[in-house]
């Protein structure tokens, strides 16, 4: 079972919340402590020690550059976060010009507030509907795509609900109608975890995360094709070609460069979450899953095919979810409502979106795996749900 450490003491959980973080790696934490500890120098000082953590920051670019399949031409922005990344392309890219500003209505609460502040500045900004799958209308995108079209953002994997956007087809009807726009995508949580290439994929750019690739948090980063396209929107020293200002982050950076290399096989790596997810489906009764009801024997997910198998959304009907969730973890299992960011907020305007009704709003939760879970830890998991949502519906009959 995973290992969570609290101060001198541990205790083992079953940890299935990976779409909200994941642990530092070994290997990264050990260069995360190298360069805040030994090499700790500013990269932006001008005796030797900094010009070599400079050239180390380059190199680290052109990991990341490689991990979503493009060679490095100073093209991977380093920032705080993938939330202050997905500002920057969206502020840092907007000009009182602009037409039409497409984005998903399933989008991070780090796109969708920013496209919603934008719109409230009084930007033209639309939103594009969701399928009751998950994944974006591509219908309702193409009817609402035309010439004065400027910005489109649609993530390529859901945080909520693991649907899978295929954004070469999107970039494909974005060329046809509004070819001059500019396409980004959220890649947090398909990094990592499926072969990306923004090349293929038509992107102009595209975000990526550390604490969701077992490196670091407070470490992001923004792709960006034409950096001509973006203006700062933080102002200071000038790093980063002068888009993100502020002391480079060289130890979190280093890190993070480090989970990624640590990647491993990622068609494995999905087989093996495929074989967690199925695992853990097959210990639950009474669930239902964008609906489709899921029994005893069921082996497989029964929602979108095309999900991705790190991310579960379920509704478990005449419960809620909230209270499920601190009922497994009284049994040291930890699952979530859905997107960390939005946690406080009632409802779920991304579920609302794809149709579902108040009550599986209110039933539902989100689990979460990755390459480390085990088979054993999927099952045990499973069974504990089960349990507990059972007691749960006796109490409330």
């Known amino acids: ?60 670019k052109e990991v990341i550059a490689n991990a979503i399949g493009t060679s490095f031409n100073n093209n991977i922005i380093f920032t705080g976060s993938a939330t202050e990344a997905n500002n920057l392309a969206i502020l840092g890219s907007y000009r009182k010009i602009f037409g039409k500003m497409l984005f998903s209505s399933g989008e991070h609460p780090s796109i969708y507030n920013t ?57 494909e009807l974005k060329n046809k109608y509004c070819p001059n726009a500019i396409f980004h995508s959220d890649l947090v949580q398909g990094f990592g975890k499926f072969k990306i290439n923004v090349d293929y994929f038509g992107l102009d750019m595209a975000t990526i995360s550390g604490h969701k690739v077992f490196g670091p948090k407070g470490i992001g980063a923004l792709y960006v094709e034409n950096k001509n396209l973006l203006s700062p929107i933080i ?13 480079e982050n060289v130890p979190a950076i280093m890190a993070l460069a480090t989970s990624v290399k640590n990647f491993g096989n990622l068609k494995e790596n999905e087989l093996h979450v495929k074989e967690c997810k199925n695992a853990f489906l097959s210990e639950i009764a009474c669930t239902k899953t964008n609906n489709d ?57 991304v579920l609302e979106n794809m149709g579902l009704t108040s ?37 409330l009959k």
Request: hydrophobic residues 35%; neutral net charge; contains cysteine.
């Open 115 to 171: 496209a919603m502040e934008l719109k409230n500045r009084g930007a033209d900004v639309v939103f594009v509907n969701l399928t009751p799958s998950g994944e974006i209308d591509y219908n309702d995108l193409e009817s609402k795509l035309s010439g004065d079209v400027s910005f489109i953002s649609i993530m390529m994997v859901s945080n909520e609900t693991g649907a899978i956007n295929d954004l070469h087809k999107i970039a």
């Open 235 to 247: 102002f200071g020293g000038g790093q980063e070609y002068n888009l993100r200002s502020g002391t």
């Open 359 to 395: 009550d599986e709003v209110l039933g539902s939760v989100r689990i979460s795996f990755s390459k480390y879970t085990t088979i054993q830890e999927a099952k045990e998991a499973g069974r504990i749900l089960n349990e507990c949502y059972t007691t749960l519906k006796e109490k």
């Open 293 to 349: 009801y899921i029994n005893k024997t069921a082996l497989s997910c029964k929602i979108n095919s095309n999900a991705s198998p790190y991310v579960l959304s379920l509704s478990f009907m005449g419960v809620n979810g909230e209270t499920l969730v601190h009922m497994l973890e009284e049994k040291d299992v930890l699952i979530s409502r859905g997107s960390a960011c939005s946690s406080k907020k009632a409802g779920n305007r």
């Open 1 to 60: 079972m995973t290992i969570v450490f609290f101060y001198d003491n541990f205790i083992f959980v079953i940890y299935l919340d990976n779409a909200a973080t994941t642990f530092l790696d070994k290997n990264a934490s050990e260069v995360y402590s190298k360069y805040a500890c030994k090499y700790f120098f500013n990269p932006s000082a001008i005796y030797k020690q900094s010009a070599s953590i400079k050239r180390e920051l380059y190199d680290a």
